[in-house]
């Protein structure tokens, strides 16, 4: 099979949010790639810089001027050359120059087109033989914080469900949208103003407090874990750097009229935890307190403590919270890095250490379905991915199709810990 890069072009499209973006196509001599970038609303301030000054029509330019010149001739089945080489060419820590969201869809639609020169799927490709493990998916049903424009959702930035008993993915991604739909029904019923609006992420936006939230939530997963026979558990993202005032030291919960310390927000996150049975936490503190990460993580059994902004999908970062035992659990988003191998390391690096790798979507996201390849390629046991919209349902899909094509070989991952 020839690899061999023969064209590579950049256009601007635009993500769910209507957003501009930049999409990246790669030819090879036998084969085709092609990725979009997605795009975060709460993001981490250690990610990387998503686009040269200038936006997406200055990524565009640069990646025409810049990148394909250097790629094209290159052989695509060298990932980790593609992705030096952008690396290179951009020369600062975090791509500043020619766009972290270039760098991801030069990268991505690189690796598919390797897998499609060479007649395989992306997650055989990359994967090989011993990929076959299907992540569970982990679905937004009610969203608040900036997901809301702090406006009149929760506090709490994501609630979210995790069906971690279900014996295939169908099985899981049938629990989640039944789930999803019993809530919108009881929303309904708090809220007489609610009319079916969703956020980017296709969850609720309602005019619900916390607990109310908490309330419709778990009662629904309970009813779904009756009706499916598994365990449906309850999440949350707290997305817990938007609620931290750090002038003051204190999370601000806008809707509940209440400040918390760090030493509050450690003790209400354990009460949700065990009032709930929440199965998983998000965020749960801001960026930087790696040490109340690592108590929380101490204090707690059978529930995932998953760092995102605290970890921006990179590797460093993820060795400091290792040493300190900050978490259990880590979001992987592609475009926090910038390319594949990055974040491909950073999932090794998190396998090894006992975290578990979350695959996720952003908020702002396209119709690529990559993740959902990427999640079965790199052995990641969750995928975060939302329940409905048309954005989230192409991965979930996906995902589908993959566990339809592995047949008998098909099996859901493990999670050790719930
Ligand atoms: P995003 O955040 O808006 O940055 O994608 C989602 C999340 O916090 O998980
Ligand atoms: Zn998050």
Redesign the pocket.
């Known amino acids: 099979m020839s690899t061999v890069i023969e064209d590579l072009i950049a256009r601007k499209v635009f993500n769910n949010r209507g957003e501009e973006t930049v999409e990246v196509d790669i030819i090879t001599t036998e084969g085709f790639g092609r990725a979009s970038a997605?795009?975060?609303?709460?993001?981490?301030k250690n990610e990387v810089t998503y686009y040269p000054q200038g936006g997406v029509d200055q990524a565009v330019k640069k990646v025409e001027e810049l990148v394909a010149p250097a790629i094209v001739g290159l052989n695509a089945s060298f990932q980790e050359e593609i992705d030096r080489t952008l690396h290179e060419i951009d020369g600062t820590k975090d791509f500043k120059v020619i766009g972290g969201n270039s760098a991801f869809a030069v990268s991505l639609a690189n690796s598919e087109a390797a897998a499609n020169s060479n007649g395989c799927l992306l997650f055989q490709y990359l994967g090989g033989q011993v990929a076959h493990e299907l992540p569970y998916p982990l679905g937004n049903a009610i969203s608040g914080g900036?997901?809301t424009q702090g406006k009149s959702g929760p506090d709490i930035?994501?609630f979210l469900i995790l069906p971690y008993g279900a014996e295939s993915f169908l099985e899981a991604a049938s629990a989640n949208s039944q789930i999803h739909r019993k809530i919108g029904q009881e929303l309904g019923k708090k809220d007489t103003l609610f009319c079916g609006g969703k956020s980017?992420?296709g969850a609720w936006v309602a005019n619900v407090e916390d607990e109310g939230a908490f309330e419709i939530a778990s009662k629904a997963c309970e009813e779904a874990s009756n009706d499916f026979g598994f365990e449906c558990g309850l999440c949350i993202?707290l997305?817990a750097s938007s609620l931290w005032n750090g002038k003051e030291k204190k999370y601000v919960y806008r809707r509940e009229k209440r400040k918390r310390s760090p030493g509050e927000q450690l003790d209400f996150v354990l009460e949700l935890i065990k009032k709930h049975h929440l199965a998983y936490v998000?965020?749960p503190f801001h960026e930087e307190d790696f040490e109340s990460f690592a108590e929380l993580t101490r204090k707690t059994k059978n529930c995932l403590v998953c760092g995102?902004?605290l970890f921006t999908s990179d590797r460093e970062r993820l060795a400091r919270g290792a040493k300190l035992h900050a978490g259990n659990a880590i979001?992987i988003?592609v475009n926090q890095v910038g390319t594949l191998t990055d974040a491909s390391e950073t999932v090794e690096f998190a396998k090894k250490n006992g975290f578990a790798p979350v695959m996720?979507?952003?908020?702002?996201?396209t119709c690529d379905w990559h993740i959902a390849q990427l999640a079965v390629a790199l052995g990641c046991p969750i995928i975060?991915t939302g329940i409905v919209e048309g954005a989230r349902i192409a991965k979930i899909n996906e995902l589908i199709r993959i566990e339809e094509f592995l047949g008998d070989r098909a099996k859901m991952a493990a999670l050790d810990r719930l």
Do not use: L, T
């Not at 996720?360 to 996201?365: E, F, I, K, P």
């Open positions: 997605p795009a975060g609303k709460s993001r981490g900036q997901h930035q994501e980017d992420e993202d997305a998000e965020d995102d902004d979001i988003k996720s979507h952003r908020s702002g996201d975060k």
